[in-house]
């Protein structure tokens, strides 16, 4: 898929909505932007913020927890969450 893009004032670029649509980005991802044969290459990249993620654990816990859950299904939701990430 090729799409022709236009480079505006302080170098920005608009990415097509079939492109976006193709790998899922939303505004305020973040795209690793390389060298690659002769041109540019854009990787979605997945940042995670240590503090954020404490809370967010923390939270989960809070909102999840419950008599009838095991540990073993709060390990698996964890691990669910974890590989979200």
């Given amino acids: 898929m090729a799409e022709l893009v236009r480079v505006k004032d302080k170098f920005q670029?608009?990415?097509?909505?079939?492109v976006r649509a193709a790998i899922s980005i939303q505004t305020g991802d973040y795209l690793?932007?390389?060298v690659y044969e002769g041109g540019i290459l854009l990787?979605?990249?997945r940042i995670s913020d240590p503090k954020g993620a404490t809370s967010s654990i923390?939270?989960?816990?809070?909102?999840?927890?419950?008599?009838?859950?095991?540990?073993?299904?709060i390990d698996a939701a964890l691990n669910a969450q974890r590989d979200a990430w």
């Fill in 13 to 18: 670029v608009t990415i097509p909505v079939e």
């Fill in 32 to 34: 690793e932007a390389s």
């Fill in 43 to 45: 990787r979605p990249k």
């Fill in 58 to 73: 923390l939270d989960f816990l809070r909102n999840k927890r419950t008599a009838a859950r095991t540990k073993s299904d």
